[in-house]
């Protein structure tokens, strides 16, 4: 195999509160069955730093990228002999945690003569459900595309209609919260920590009561019922803050006080309405403009439930549809889906490092 048919990627991603360095090689870039190889991969997490705010402070998750950057690029060089480009989250995200992976990014650049590929976030947490196995997925464009993607986050709750690599539009996206902001804002609300998302799933779990996959309960108590914002609207946007604020008074009439029996039927609840929005407002998009693939994307998607949901959904609704969703690990935030957003995109490969910017509303 000849050199060039190889490319390395080192690729940082400081969008929020990880700090995460990864190096990927590329092999047969030139043949039609590519492979990648994650010689290195770190996810240094501030979940602990941020626990008793219940959210993330810019300012420390800044503090703390620029103390384990030049930690972890030590570590993960020890595991490649040679890097060709460096790939770096640019946006949407957190401006001063973006900015110290961009600076990083841009040091090591002009330090070591390498290009570098500014990656959009969202795009990559929709371009890593295009490897499987750690190979390209082997499709054909028409089987593929149209597809429609959700991307759903701390900090995101999206639409997108994909029509090609490259080629987006925004359907729809939240008014207010994301799904994960409301996640950690109800956590909050309850007492069950931080982060959100995975402690109401936690609680949730422990609850007796089945859902029928529609938001209604099976067995047991009643469960506690709580809005679904603009579930029923022919748009594609979303609203979270009313279902916290429900919950908010919900817990203001136990005089704040949820009885330990309650709280698992409510974090259920919770946990339901978010699910009933996602994927309604999904496979209407996928049905209005007759999608061949649903993707998912984004941290929220590591969820059991609406993982199984959605796969049931698709099932009964006898939908000829193709459905991808990453592994778990690659749901949150990493580098490799920095690292294979750039491969998507040597297009955009730079050595013009200056004019690299960090933009944290920056869209597809």
């Known amino acids: 195999m000849k050199q060039s048919d190889n490319l390395t990627i080192l690729a940082i991603e400081t969008s929020c509160d990880d700090t995460c360095v990864t190096i990927v090689k590329v092999k047969n870039q030139k043949s ?35 103390k384990n950057l030049p930690i972890i690029i030590k570590k993960v060089l020890k595991k490649a002999k040679k890097i060709d480009l460096i790939a770096v989250t640019v946006g949407p995200g957190l401006e001063p945690c973006l900015w110290t992976g961009v600076n990083f990014a841009k040091k090591l650049a002009e330090e070591w003569n390498l290009p570098i590929v500014p990656v959009n976030h969202i795009e990559a947490h929709i371009l890593i459900n295009f490897i499987k196995k750690f190979q390209v997925l082997s499709f054909k464009f028409q089987e593929i595309f149209p597809a429609v993607c959700l991307v759903v986050s701390g900090g995101h709750t999206q639409l997108i209609l994909m029509q090609d690599f490259g080629k987006y539009k925004i359907l729809g996206e939240t008014r207010d919260d994301a799904a994960g902001e409301c996640f950690d804002k109800v ?77 698992g039927s409510l974090a259920k609840e919770v946990q339901q309405a978010i699910i009933d929005v996602l ?86």
């Open 32 to 66: 039609k069955i590519k492979s990648f190889d994650v010689l290195s991969n770190v996810v240094s997490s501030q979940i602990e730093i941020h626990q008793k705010y219940g959210g993330v402070y810019p300012s420390l998750a800044k503090r703390e990228h620029q």
């Open 187 to 263: 956590a909050r609300i309850l007492g069950l920590g931080y982060p959100g998302g995975p402690a109401i799933a936690k609680e949730a779990s422990k609850n007796p009561l089945r859902p029928v996959l529609d938001g209604n309960f099976r067995r047991g108590r009643a469960s506690p019922k709580l809005p679904r914002p603009m579930l029923h609207q022919k748009n594609y946007d979303f609203s979270f803050s009313g279902l916290k604020t429900a919950v908010l008074y919900k817990v203001k009439n136990l005089r704040n006080r949820v009885p330990k029996k309650e709280l």
């Open 279 to 364: 994927i309604k407002k999904t496979l209407k998009a996928a049905k209005d403009f007759k999608a061949k693939t649903i993707i998912l994307g984004g941290g929220v998607t590591a969820n059991d439930e609406l993982r199984k949901q959605f796969k049931f959904k698709i099932k009964n609704l006898k939908l000829k549809i193709n459905f991808l969703v990453p592994p778990k690990n690659f749901c949150t935030d990493n580098a490799v889906m920095t690292a294979i957003a750039a491969y998507f995109n040597l297009n955009k490969k730079t050595k013009n490092w200056q004019k690299i910017k960090a933009n944290a509303n920056i869209k597809l």
